[in-house]
């Protein structure tokens, strides 16, 4: 069976050029392998990582395969490995990188490949190259055309919003971004803190997620105001909308039901509208969780940004890479 692949090529060592057209020669010598089509070559700042690194040459390439994804990602691995490639160093300088960033239709979630790349909505610097070749091709996990992907890292100012249920860590993370990236902050324990609480817990509910959603919106107008590229709150409100969902049901009593469920309905309306309303967020961070179900196909169009481990360092560290790289900074 013949699939449609696209794949993203880079280099920041040697020859860039030149070891991106061999890379492209070699795709097409490889048994199983057509390449359809490969971009123009962009130049990109690289964003973390060492030091001193020169900038990449980045491209894309469709292919059409009747290999399998784990048979494509060998061939891959041995094209990298003629051009001397070595990962020593986490972002590190590169001879050359290639990457499978969709294969046809397929989710593929195992500890040597995940389908779709599970950074592809965020990185304007493959985003790029895929929309010149490939502005309509779907990405399964956000449900958006790559032209919609990139159209959403252009969007002023950028939102990122924090999925935690570890309250500490969310917060080391939240002071971090502000400071560093930087960016206003919006914190859903001050909220909630200019509310009075309701003895009505449908009410009260109702009420925080309103009070978020303006919070966003009036943020928004700041930021464009000032010119101040990010929005960062410590919470996911489209999260919360569920759970408030879900709460809903715990805290009425089944005998209710019958009376409160067009309360209930309206005020989940009014949440939604009021969240659609808002600026929507340009990434969510998921940090695990005992509610965290992994990633899952059409689970958001917001695209996701789930780090690799449980360090503060290390997470921080790569958030903030890669809003920069949203920045194209």
Known sequence: MITPAWISLGSNMGDRRGLLDDAVAALADCGGVIVKSVSSYHETQPVGGPPGQGPFLNAAAELETTLTPHRLLEVLQTIERRARRVREVRWGERTLDLDILIFGNKFLETNDLKLPHPRLALRRFVLEPLVEIAPQVRDRMTNRTAADLLANLNRRPRLLA????????????????????????????????????????????????????????????????????????????????????????????????????????????????????????????????????????????????????????????????????????
Do not use: Y
């Open 162 to 329: 924090i999925d935690s249920e570890d309250d500490p860590l969310n917060q080391t993370l939240f002071r971090a971004l502000v400071n560093d990236l930087p960016a206003f902050g919006i914190r859903s324990e001050e909220l909630r803190s200019l509310r009075v609480p309701s003895e009505d817990p449908l009410i009260d509910l109702i009420e925080t997620l309103l009070g978020q959603a303006e919070a966003i919106r009036a943020s928004r107008w700041a930021a464009e105001t000032l010119r101040v590229p990010w929005i960062v709150m410590d919470f996911c409100l489209d999260r919360e909308v569920r759970r408030a969902a879900r709460s809903w049901w715990g805290t009425i009593h089944p005998a209710q039901w019958r009376v409160r469920e067009p309360e209930m309905s309206d005020g989940l309306r009014r949440v939604r509208l009021a969240v659609k309303a808002a600026l929507s967020p340009t990434l969510v961070l998921v940090l695990p969780g005992k509610e965290d179900e992994g990633r899952k196909p059409a689970q958001s169009t917001v695209p996701q940004l789930r780090p690799d481990g449980d360090d503060p360092l290390w997470i921080t560290e790569e958030v903030l890479a890669t809003c920069r790289g949203i920045a194209g900074a």
